[in-house]
């Protein structure tokens, strides 16, 4: 039985989940091996392409890349999948046909998590204040950097008008020119408090890092402003597992969620890549739990 060496590629990566998440993985679907943490510098770029070399060579199967390194990989790869090459980044990476390719799960396990919430009546607001389902159509998404990016290209490919709201008007509009096909509105978050439709968005996401630990007391939401009246929150970040955005918003009665879901579901997307094998959920979500 193949004995499965996977991993993570990044910088730093002492706080991360995927460990716990794949190790479990592995056991679930009673499968050999280890994943390990490659924490490589920014400007490692040698060390960076001695890793992909061990996957290139059949050393490690499979590879999770996270931050700063997404867009770091490309040129030492043969192949991007199709919504790998239209996100303009890579966070899972393996052999095919002796190609070394780049792929991206952040994407889908967004849509599939996004989906997962929506249609869930089942949820956690402080004092069971939130409200009900509603109608998809217009998503607001915070943030102009690499996240913002996958999730706008997720959001567009089904169907959901967006707008991009950073703190940079010009980096939202360098954003939006990336994707020509489509029509996305911009503002920066001082227009933002000053011009709000409240009424227009059915979907908030966060894909700042604003609220993460250690910052817990910090959301990217403006103050003084108040939340879209019937949408539906979305938080990437996952540390804390309740961050102030969401508590917010749910303390305004708003269905409002973290990026674990998402964690689960892109690290579970990219295991079946790497094994072939789709791994239970509970068994991920019991692994981060304990």
């Not at 890793?51 to 867009?71: C, D, F, M, W, Y």
């Not at 109608?135 to 102009?144: I, Q």
């Not at 996240?147 to 959001?155: G, K, Y």
């Amino acid at each position: 039985m193949t004995a499965y060496r996977l991993g993570l590629v990044g910088y730093a990566l002492s706080h991360s989940l995927s460990p716990k998440i794949h190790t479990a993985a592995l056991q679930s679907c009673g499968l050999r091996g280890d994943y390990s943490l490659f924490p490589i510098h920014p400007d490692n770029k040698e060390g960076l392409e001695e890793l992909l070399a061990q996957v290139r060579s059949g050393e490690i199967h499979g590879l999770n890349v996270t931050i700063p390194h997404k867009q770091n990989v490309i040129p030492f790869l043969d192949e991007l999948t199709p919504t790998a090459k239209s996100i303009g980044a890579v966070n899972t990476i393996y052999v095919r046909d002796n190609k070394l390719v780049g792929g991206n799960t952040d994407a889908p396990g967004f849509l599939v998590d996004l989906k997962k919430f929506l249609t869930t009546e089942t949820h956690t607001c402080p004092g069971g204040k939130c409200q009900g389902r509603h109608g998809d159509a217009h998503a607001l998404v915070l943030g102009a950097g690499g996240a913002a990016r996958a999730i706008i290209c997720d959001l567009l490919n089904n169907g959901w008008d967006v707008t991009i709201a950073a703190r940079r008007l010009e980096q939202a509009q360098q954003l939006a020119l990336s994707f020509p096909n489509y029509e996305l509105l911009v503002t920066n978050f001082e227009s933002l408090q000053a011009d709000f439709r409240p009424v227009t968005f059915d979907l908030l996401v966060n894909t700042t890092p604003v609220g993460m630990t250690p910052n817990t007391g910090q959301s990217p939401w403006p103050e003084n402003l108040p939340f879209p009246s019937h949408a539906v929150i979305y938080d990437l970040v996952y540390n804390p597992r309740e961050t102030k955005l969401v508590k917010d918003a749910c303390s305004q009665g708003l269905r409002a969620t973290t990026g674990l879901g998402m964690l689960i579901e892109q690290a579970a997307l990219a295991f079946e890549i790497w094994t072939g094998r789709n791994p239970p959920r509970e068994k991920l979500w019991n692994a981060i739990d304990n």
